[in-house]
């Protein structure tokens, strides 16, 4: 009442403006505000409306990548159990060693011989360099309990799938520049060491060069086939997927029953449950900007 009284009382007085950095103006308190200060308020500008089923084609790559791995300990356990020898692995690892190439060739549009050659140069060098080191990955554990090992084996492997970059970012196109991120290098580091432990408990040379070139080519390789996969076709990618997760599936189940059934909750947790979760907690997020807002300078370098 006062405020309005004074307004008519005194005529002459100025306008208040928002001025962000200009200090108080005269005849008003430094935190007055008038019935035009909330005009240019906006709700909600940047919060994304999200499709659930878009939500639910995108978390494919998480399943994806969790059937990939559950795989891997497939073939460590059935490597441990003496179910498959080194004949088999080694068949094993130049298939997918040819499909991945493969792959690449068919999706990959810049994809010269030159960086085809030097591709096959690395690999001959990697798979030269762990078949030399074979020896000493056979004795690292030889004092550790294999109960020790594999509680430290699924405990890397959960951080790996906890830290994997499933969006892709750190995968580029043949050849380019890339910067992976501090989690994505935890990530795998935890899965390299993870292969190594489960190495170390054979006792064959050849089995070891061939359980460690498995894994290898999975947790290093995989991920850039899946991404050429996904950018080549969408649609590819969810066919891959989908068969991917049936083969998974029924390899746990010959495995173990309650194996089959926690994959089979975890792979419908991450594909139907969370992107519900996620849309429904879009209904209360609120956003709220206006002439309050930190300002953003904008410099024209073009000088």
Request: aromatic residues 14%.
């Amino acid at each position: 009442m006062d405020t309005f009284l004074n307004d008519i009382l005194s005529p002459t007085r100025p306008r208040w403006r928002k001025v962000a950095y200009g200090g108080m103006q005269p005849g008003f308190d430094d935190n007055h505000t008038d019935d035009s200060f909330l005009e240019d308020m906006v709700m909600n500008a940047n919060v994304v409306k999200r499709d659930i089923l878009k939500v639910m084609l995108d978390s494919v790559s998480i399943s994806q990548y969790l059937c990939i791995v559950a795989l891997v300990g497939l073939v460590w356990t059935y490597t441990l159990r003496s179910i498959l020898n080194e004949n088999s692995l080694l068949l094993l690892d130049v298939t997918l060693l040819g499909l991945g190439f493969l792959v690449l060739l068919l999706t990959k549009e810049m994809l010269s011989f030159n960086l085809f050659f030097r591709y096959l140069l690395n690999i001959s060098f990697f798979i030269s360099g762990l078949y030399v080191l074979a020896p000493i990955y056979q004795t690292l554990t030889t004092s550790i309990s294999s109960n020790s090992i594999w509680a430290v084996t699924v405990s890397l492997l959960v951080l790996h799938l906890f830290l994997h970059d499933y969006y892709g970012s750190t995968v580029r196109a043949p050849g380019a520049l890339h910067n992976p991120t501090l989690t994505s290098c935890i990530s795998l580091n935890a899965s390299v060491v993870a292969s190594v432990f489960i190495a170390s408990c054979l006792r064959s040379r050849l089995l070891v060069f061939a359980i460690m070139l498995f894994s290898l080519q999975v947790f290093l390789f995989a991920p850039l086939v899946t991404y050429c996969i996904k950018k080549y076709s969408f649609r590819l990618h969810l066919w891959f997927s989908f068969g991917l997760m049936i083969a998974t599936l029924a390899f746990v189940y010959t495995l173990h029953l309650l194996l089959f059934v926690m994959l089979l909750g975890l792979l419908i947790f991450v594909t139907v449950v969370c992107p519900y979760w996620l849309i429904r907690m879009q209904e209360y997020k609120f956003e709220i900007n206006g002439p309050w807002d930190e300002a953003k300078l904008c410099f024209d370098i073009t000088d």
